[in-house]
Structures are given as C-alpha cells and as structure tokens.
C-alpha cells in the first residue's frame, strides 16, 4: 500500500470517523495534497472513496475545497453528472473526504477501446454529461479549473457503460479576478487565458472539455506539448460514408466553438447540449432512416 505524500497507510487499516470506520482496502491514486484509497464502510459495508489531505497541506486550499465540495452537495450536484460527497471528517490532524466509489477514469476507460480511441457514437453521450455538469457549476459559479481526462469518472463501463461524474475539485475556483497569473489546468488542457495570465471565467472549462473530446476521437491529447511555448493547434482528419462524414463535420464544428481563442466568442455549456452533435438534429431529414 502506498505511502505517498507522507500518509502513512497499509491495507486492513480502520480510520474512524464520528459516525462510522472505513476500512482501507486498495490505493487507487494520489493528487495534489493527498491520496485516494478505496474503502470499506464497516456499517454499511458499502465501497467509498476516500481521499485523504494531509495535515502539512496548503490550509486555505484543504479549506476551499471543502467549501466548494459542501456547496455541491447541497446543490445535489450528484444529479449533474458530479461525483457525490457523503461525508467529511479530521482525523489525525488529516482531512478526510468520504466519495461514492466509480469504476475507472476516462483516460484508462480509453486504453480498453481499439485504436485506443472512441468513436463519435461513445462521443456523443460523454459531452452531452460533461455539458450538463458545466452548466450545472456555471450557475453554481463555480469553475472546475483542472478539467482532463484523469477527473473524469465511468460510473461503471461494464454494466452503466459511458455513464460518466466528475471528479477533484481541489483546483475549483469561484473568485477567478483574485486569481488571474495563478498556475491553474494541466497543460495539456490549458486555455489561452490562462496560458497568457489573463483575467478569465468558466470557459476555461469549455476549452479543456474541447481538448478532451479531441483526444477521445484522436486516441492522442490534442496538445502534446512538454510546455507552454509548444502548444500548436492540429489537424483533424476523418474518412468514412455519408452520414459519418456528416456527423464528423459537425463534431469538428462543435470542437471549433468550445476551441475559439477569445474566452467571449466561445460556446457555453447550455449551446453545447443544444448544439446539432449533441441533440443529432442534423441527422433529421436525409439521414432519418439511417441506423
């Protein structure tokens, strides 16, 4: 067992909280300022995640999080596509959040699939989720600010496939104009604003979800690149009949509007769900008999 992040934990371990014990079962990863392990309600013998911040920790960050994450919750972001908080506790002087437990993140879900890459039908359903939980923070004004693969959720790919929640919001932000210059999104996601450290808003978030629907079609992160001077725009190509060259020309449409540079001409996430890829009304017509 992992004992990353000076967090010292090994498998069968009891951590108690003031309503039940979890019992440490397997490390399914670290972040920021902690680890993740999976867990077993001792009461309810239910499978949890949980994510432990140690004590050493960015204070006001631990405190942020726990901030936005209650706010979710009593907003019941789980609804949106959003992970689901059931608890939180310190124990230890650590911070402990307690999550419902997923399945596998988009990025290893991808490595499943030949070519390792999806196709536009797997696409669709994904950005119309990932839409609905960024029109969801946008009217909580909240801004994920670390939006990638890796915190992106399959509930279950076997049995719920391409049912996906968002995760991690140690990087969420709800005060951007105290925060213009602040290093947020991984690289490979990071909109123009903040790569130039300029004010921005919640198209940040728009910009990473345009990259990431790029990669799921590609098999590839959109922008590869080690560093922010090497961060250049490719070309997408694409072959096949009609009615898929039709849908691969409106995906690509859709991609260029979650993909403008300036973060005020960029699609928001309510266009998106109304946008023809997602709601398939350019199959209507011509199209409608296709399968």
């Known amino acids: 067992m992992s004992q990353k992040r000076g967090l010292k934990i090994k498998k069968g371990d009891l951590i108690p909280s003031p309503t039940t014990e979890y019992q440490v079962q397997k490390y399914l990863g670290c972040g920021a300022y902690g680890i993740v392990v999976r867990c077993r309600d001792v009461s309810t013998n239910e499978k949890v995640a949980l994510k432990m911040i140690k004590s050493t920790a960015c204070t006001q960050c631990e405190a942020d999080e726990v901030v936005t994450l209650q706010t979710l919750k009593e907003l019941h972001s789980d609804m949106f596509?959003?992970?689901?908080?059931?608890?939180?506790?310190?124990?230890?002087?650590?911070?402990?959040?307690?999550?419902?437990?997923?399945?596998?993140?988009?990025?290893?879900?991808?490595?499943?699939?030949?070519?390792r890459h999806l196709e536009l039908k797997q696409i669709r359903p994904i950005l119309q989720q990932l839409g609905t939980s960024l029109e969801f923070l946008k009217s909580a004004g909240i801004i994920h600010a670390d939006l990638k693969p890796q915190n992106i959720m399959m509930v279950d790919h076997i049995r719920k496939p391409l049912k996906v929640k968002v995760i991690d919001f140690g990087s969420a932000c709800n005060n951007p104009e105290e925060q213009i210059g602040d290093i947020l999104q991984s690289l490979w996601y990071r909109s123009p604003e903040i790569l130039q450290k300029t004010a921005f808003n919640e198209a940040i978030d728009v910009w990473s979800l345009g990259c990431i629907a790029a990669e799921l079609f590609m098999g590839k992160p959109l922008f590869s690149a080690w560093n922010e001077t090497g961060m250049t725009i490719p070309r997408l190509w694409g072959d096949d009949d009609q009615v898929e060259v039709s849908d691969l020309e409106c995906f690509v449409g859709l991609l260029e509007q979650m993909l403008m540079m300036n973060q005020f001409e960029r699609i928001t996430p309510r266009q998106i769900l109304q946008h023809p890829f997602v709601t398939m009304s350019h199959f209507e017509g011509p199209f409608r008999n296709s399968s």
């Open 81 to 115: 596509n959003i992970v689901r908080l059931n608890d939180s506790f310190t124990y230890m002087e650590n911070h402990y959040f307690v999550f419902e437990h997923l399945d596998i993140d988009l990025h290893k879900f991808m490595k499943t699939n030949p070519g």
